[in-house]
Nanobody
Framework: VQLQASGGGSVQAGGSLRLSCEAS????????MAWFRQAPGKEREFVAA????????YYADSVKGRFTFSRDNAKDTAYLQMITLKPEDTAAYYC???????????????????WGLGTLVTVSS
């Protein structure tokens, strides 16, 4: 599957953005999804994950309560709604997919087989 992330941009602290991740396959509902982010000079870190059906979501503590991960399997697209953005949220955001739903519990890049190119989010203070 090919993943296309979009929706990044520059906002001021407290602002909002919605990222999208569109998949190339109509079997999108086979994949559990995740968002990771990577700031300059830092390792790629887990942000959020969602089950194949969308019923279950998981978040990093740093974004819990501010980010919402959802998906529309009919549109082969996942979304990351981000509110109350902080300067420390500045990073390139990557969507990732795995055929094994259990992999999302690992919350680690190595467990995801498919990746999109990043979309840059910049939050200014």
């Amino acid at each position: 599957v090919q993943l296309q992330a979009s929706g990044g941009g520059s906002v001021q602290a407290g602002g909002s953005l919605r990222l999208s991740c569109e998949a190339s396959e109509r079997t999108f509902n086979r994949f559990a999804m995740a968002w990771f982010r990577q700031a300059p000079g830092k390792e790629r870190e887990f942000v959020a994950a969602i089950s194949q059906s969308g019923e279950r979501t998981y978040y990093a503590d740093s974004v819990k309560g501010r980010f919402t991960f959802s998906r529309d399997n009919a549109k082969d697209t996942a979304y990351l709604q981000m509110i109350t953005l902080k300067p420390e949220d500045t990073a390139a955001y990557y969507c990732a997919a795995t055929l094994s739903q259990l992999n999302i519990f690992a919350k680690a890049p190595a467990f995801f087989e498919y990746w999109g190119l990043g979309t840059l989010v910049t939050v200014s203070s």
